[in-house]
């Protein structure tokens, strides 16, 4: 077999494969969270928020999960019951208690 005809067969697969992941991951809000600081805060985004009513004006929802950056060597992670993270954006510091299905938020 030619290098054109295998070249032909390996771009029309792949094109198809391309074009069935467009299909099923289309209208999904898949993410790709590899790295450990995106999976914290993709876990946060998957639980119920509760902060100080003080706390309510200054968070918003959306900055926090773009913007926040978990500072580890000042977290508490491996604890029996919560992990406590510490996580810095532009309007300060937070200290967020990531338990089972709350995420509870402090002003650091």
């Known amino acids: 077999m030619s290098f054109l005809k295998r070249l032909f067969y390996y771009l029309g697969g792949f094109s198809v494969g391309i074009i069935l992941l467009m299909f099923f991951l289309g209208g999904k809000k898949t993410r790709c969270t590899y790295g450990p600081q995106a999976r914290v805060l993709s876990d946060f ?64």
């Open 45 to 108: 985004s998957k639980k119920e928020w509760v902060f100080n009513p003080i706390l309510q004006k200054e968070i918003d929802r959306e900055k926090f999960l773009k913007g926040g950056k978990i500072i580890f060597s000042e977290s508490e992670i491996g604890t029996d019951s919560c992990n406590t993270y510490r996580i810095k954006i532009q309007t300060g510091v937070f200290n967020v208690k990531n338990c089972d299905s709350i995420a509870y938020f402090t002003k650091f």
